[in-house]
């Protein structure tokens, strides 16, 4: 028989050590507790242009390319092919992010990142119609070396039933005729983001200087027109050219829009960040990938609650309560609904994915350790 003083103490080391569990959980699944963050973009004083050095981002808070006759009429002009084009002016900022950072992103109302121009170390990458965290299968084109850090590149994406073709400073740089964004055919309403993705989780850093999106195919003779526009500071003079659908040159030096030279599509720069698309408990069918990080993240949150369901499962143990019978299942009870409430509390961090995946594994780590107390007796 232990002596009930020593009981008491172990009972009380139990609570302790369970409280500390508990707490380090919490601070774990929440942390940094910052659910209103900095939207970290700025303005350039000197040189014009906007700065994304965080986590942050842009964009219109109503859809652009919404149809062909949405921007200028002449668009209508049988001899102009309908597409899309793009022509950006940017400075990457580094080349370290651990993942595919967006630079550019046109969204639908239906879920879909239609067009995505993203940076990999010093790599600039394009893909289309992706939906979801599975980027990565999608088809996509690369070019390495692209965005070197510091480095001011300008490009000229332009893409239709002909295929894909990218220009650097105005000179062809690779021409791809399978690839397509479009086929001849307007993407309807999009929002245009830039920065991050509309998750909220693929930030980039560096400073945008120019952007215009047109929804015709240009030229080679055009695009080399409109680089020599560029350079000399004259971007301006395209606000009427055939197919522009949105023209900004990120010259406002202060204040929470970038105004829409061609048009009424401006970007919004709020002072708070918010991901436009917010996870709320994923499915795991939707979430699965065969990776390694996956797999990583399934083994961690497995083995993180199995200390909160030995301890918990071993105070309830030592209690003569009726849920010393059933302190398996209290267990698993609890560590269900404690992990529930932390994916659903991560809905507001920016920073943090509300998965189902991790309750489950939450769970099932908790019922492991949990087991391990089989056999321990109240009286113990």
Known sequence: MINPSHLLARKRALGLLLLAITSGILVAGLWPFNFSPRNEVEWLKNTGGARFYGLGLAYTEKPILSSPQTSIPTIQDSNIPLGLSIELWLQAGTESAPYTARILSLYDNQGIERVVLSQWKSGLILQKDIRGRHEER????????????????????????????????GKLLEKHPRFRLTSGKSLGPCQLILGNSPRGKQSWQGNLYSLAVYDVTLTEEQVFQHFQKWENQEGAFLSKERGLVALYLFDESSGPLAHDRAGNYNLLIPSRFEALQKTVLVPPWKDF???????????????????FGFFLAAYLRTRKTPMAARSSLVTILAAGITSL????????????????????????????????????????
């Open 341 to 380: 409430i932390i994916e659903l509390l991560q809905i507001y961090l920016p920073m943090r994915s509300s998965q189902c995946a991790d309750v489950i594994c939450n769970t099932l780590g908790a019922a492991l350790g949990s087991y391990m107390t089989r056999g321990l007796k109240p009286d113990d």
């Open 138 to 169: 999608q088809p996509k084109l690369g070019i390495r070396n692209a965005l070197p850090k510091g480095g001011k590149r300008f490009f000229t994406i332009t893409s239709g039933a002909g295929g894909t073709c990218i220009y650097v400073g």
């Open 289 to 307: 990938e065969l990776s390694r990080s996956y797999a990583l993240d399934i083994i961690t949150n497995i083995l993180g609650f199995i200390p």
